[in-house]
Structure formats: structure tokens, C-alpha cells
């Protein structure tokens, strides 16, 4: 089959709908080739990440408990109403962890590396869809329902599984309602007021914990998810949920815990691939400190900063409206002298309500993917950038099976890999 009928396919087979609102993208010609070594260490990466979870989790609560330092839970905290605090402290969710796992992975002239890691992730219907439509004609990495049956399969029982969606999150609303009309019929997505659940129903929490304002039903959802009358995932842990805690991994006070939680082998897997992260607290250091790997004596340093040195990103770590879509992201080799300036002057400012992080950028390396150009009919090569999302699912409470894997490729003069108009969007096969 020629590029042309295979794209015209592609874009056919989109729902009537849509799967993003208001959104599209460059159609790939074919899925995105992934190296059997690098498959093989994806398959067995979703065993790691859960493991990390279940550590954040239990160092936070050690914390509070007085088991380990008291600053971590008093960082993970900060900006967080009281009500959100004991939701996520209820001892009804005390071994809840997120039961979809999706790693933000950049291919770099390193390696590959680990950016950030999402527990409430959007592109898992898409990704389902792509996969569902590439695997006509090619062996896609999780198969055509990979992505189906994983989201299926972390809900126990065969009761109704509510899918809630804000407004904040209404631009995946039709992805999900493709993923529920596949998954069955016991699956459903219903408004941020929907508060009609029964005893054995499950739910998936699609909204933002920053958000629960907007959220009517959020009350009788957390209480009986707390009580254990419906199973809810991902829980309302917003430690969880912070981009903070692969800095709480690279802290040197924190290294014997994360040895002895994770182990070894995982410990030594993850530092290879989690790049160093900071919190940027301004509390003074001692005239003889410097901040640990930095060689800075004071945060206000790193905004004087030569554009070379600073081959940095700052963002948000959470629990923000700013802190996802690549909203917050500011990228030093990026912005001018003074742009750069006001975004560290930012980050200070924001700690005690909305800590940022600093995290060393390692440069994705150029790509080259097919996708075919309707206007002028032909199919064209797009150098690009390359970010991997794949989705891992909770099955039970020790398997994780990896359901599928999204790429996105943005044109190579774009510094911020994220979905835009301009991108390709291809599901992953194993070359």
C-alpha cells in the first residue's frame, strides 16, 4: 500500500469526534522504530516505577510519622489546603498508589532519560487508538488492544467503572469516551457533578487535585473510596503527583532510604536515567555551603548564569494549573540573560505556595520520521525531537504490563517537546 492510501486510511479511521477537542497533528506514514535493547529495558521498566512509587509513598508518610525527616513531607506540603492533606493522610488510602504509570522519556545524545513521571496522564485513549489503527498493518508495540485491555485490567470485579472528567481535562474527554466505547460497557465517563456511585463500582479520577473546587462530586468519591466501597484510582495523594521527588532521589540525606527501598539493581537503573533535580528553596546556606552538584552558594546565582552554563530547565513540580502541559517550563540555553534572570526571580519567589524544581537538561537527539502532507500530497521525512510516553498498567498489586507507547516528534527547531499542531503522533513498533 503507497504512503498516500495508508495516511487517507489513518485519518479516516478518526472518530467522528475527534480525540483531542480542537486539536490535530502531522499524520506518521508508519509507527516509530524503537531498538529490540531499549524495548527490552521499557518492558521492564513499569517493575522500577512502581517500586519508586511505593517508596515516595512510604517516605512520606515515615516523615509525617517522624521516621524520617520531617522537611520532606513539610516540601511535598507546601501550597496544599488542610482537606487535601487528609485525604491523602486517610488511612483508607494508605497502600493506594496510581495504577496507571506513564514516564515522560527524551532519546538523547546520552541515552535516554527519564524528564518527569505522570499518575494522572492524558493520551491513553489516543495511544489505544493508534495502536488499534497502525496495527493493520504493522506489529505495534503492545498490539491493537494493549492499551485497552491494560486500562481495563486495573479495575478489579466487573461492576461500572466511572470515568470522571473535569472541565479542566475536558480536551481529552473525547479520547476517553473512544477508550470506554472500546473498553465496554460497564465503562462510562461522567461530569465533574456525577455523584451517583454504588457500593462495588469503580471509578478513574481524570481531573486535577489542584482543581477539587471544581469538582462537585470529589467529596463522595474520596469518602467512599476512603471506606473502600468503591475502588478509586488514582488516589488523592498529592505528594505523589510532584515533580519534587526525583529531587528527594538525588538527596545525599535521603540515599540509604531509597537503597534500601528500591534496591540496588533498580537504585543504580533509576540514577542512570533520572537526571539530577534540585528544589529551589532560597533558605540561606552557611557562607562555607554550596548547593550539591551546582557549586552555587545561593539560588539568585543561577539566574547570572552564562547561556552556555546554564543547560537547565526550571518548572513547576505541582499541584498548579501551570505545572503540566509544559505550561511552567522555562529551558536556560533557551531564554535571554534577562528572561532567564526573571524565571529563576520567579521560582525563589513561588517557594512555600509553588516550589519549583531545577533539572539538568540532557539534549534530545535529532530523529528522522515519515508523515504525509495532504495539501501537497506527498509524503515527507520531518527531521525532529523525540518524547516517549509509554503507559504502564497496574494489574493486581505486583504486575505492571505496558499496554503501549506513544511518540511524539516535534520539528528539530523546537526546544520544548510537547503535542502541538506541528508534531507527529505515532505509536512505537520494535525495529
Not at 511535598?76 to 506513564?102: C, E, I, T, Y
Request: proline residues 6%.
Amino acid at each position: 500500500m503507497d504512503a498516500a492510501t495508508k495516511a487517507e486510511r489513518i485519518r479516516n479511521a478518526l472518530p467522528e469526534d475527534g480525540l483531542f477537542d480542537g486539536q490535530s497533528w502531522r499524520i506518521a506514514t508508519k509507527p516509530f522504530p524503537l531498538d529490540a535493547k531499549f524495548a527490552r529495558e521499557l518492558e521492564s521498566l513499569g517493575r522500577v516505577l512502581l517500586k519508586f512509587y511505593r517508596a515516595a509513598d512510604l517516605l512520606y508518610r515515615h516523615s509525617i510519622s517522624g521516621k524520617q525527616p520531617t522537611w520532606v513531607a513539610d516540601l511535598l506540603d507546601q501550597g496544599k489546603p488542610q482537606s487535601l492533606l487528609d485525604w491523602q493522610r486517610h488511612a483508607g488510602f494508605k497502600n493506594s498508589l496510581p495504577r496507571v504509570l506513564r514516564p515522560d522519556i527524551l532519546l538523547t545524545e546520552n541515552g535516554w532519560h527519564i524528564t518527569e513521571l505522570d499518575s494522572v496522564p492524558g493520551g491513553i485513549g489516543l495511544t489505544s487508538w493508534l495502536n488499534e489503527t497502525y496495527a493493520e498493518h504493522s506489529e505495534v508495540f503492545g498490539g491493537a488492544r494493549g492499551m485497552v485491555d491494560g486500562f481495563a485490567g486495573i479495575f478489579n470485579g466487573d461492576g461500572p467503572v466511572h470515568v470522571m472528567v473535569s472541565e479542566e481535562s475536558a480536551t481529552y474527554r473525547p479520547e476517553m469516551e473512544w477508550l470506554c466505547a472500546r473498553a465496554g460497557k460497564r465503562f462510562a465517563v461522567r461530569d465533574p457533578g456525577f455523584d451517583t456511585f454504588s457500593e462495588g463500582d469503580a471509578a478513574y479520577r481524570f481531573f486535577e487535585l489542584f482543581d477539587l473546587e471544581n469538582v462537585a462530586a470529589h467529596t463522595a468519591l474520596f469518602e467512599m473510596g476512603a471506606t473502600n466501597k468503591i475502588q478509586l484510582t488514582p488516589p488523592p495523594k498529592a505528594h505523589l503527583e510532584e515533580k519534587m521527588l526525583f529531587a528527594l532521589f538525588w538527596n545525599r540525606n535521603l540515599r540509604e532510604f531509597w537503597q534500601r527501598e528500591l534496591g540496588g539493581k533498580f537504585m543504580r537503573q533509576l540514577e542512570q536515567v533520572i537526571p539530577r533535580t534540585w528544589v529551589v528553596d532560597p533558605t540561606p546556606l552557611p557562607p562555607h555551603a554550596a548547593l550539591p552538584g551546582l557549586e552555587l552558594t545561593d539560588w539568585r546565582q543561577l539566574g547570572t548564569l552564562s547561556q552556555k552554563e546554564r543547560q537547565f530547565v526550571l518548572k513547576l513540580s505541582g499541584f498548579n494549573e501551570r505545572a503540566w502541559g509544559a505550561r511552567s517550563v522555562r529551558l536556560g540555553n533557551d531564554l535571554s540573560q534577562i528572561n532567564w534572570a526573571a524565571a529563576v526571580s520567579e521560582a525563589i519567589a513561588d517557594f512555600g505556595e509553588s516550589p519549583w524544581i531545577l533539572q539538568r537538561f540532557e539534549k534530545p537527539r535529532r530523529v528522522q520520521h515519515e508523515w504525509f502532507d495532504f495539501e501537497s500530497g506527498e509524503a515527507l521525512q520531518m527531521p525532529g525531537r523525540v518524547r516517549l510516553c509509554p503507559y504502564f498498567f497496574m494489574q493486581g498489586e505486583e504486575e505492571v504490563k505496558l499496554g503501549g507507547v506513544l511518540a511524539t516528534i516535534c520539528p528539530a527547531d523546537k526546544k520544548i517537546i510537547h503535542g502541538m499542531r506541528d508534531a507527529i503522533l505515532a505509536p512505537c513498533v520494535i525495529s
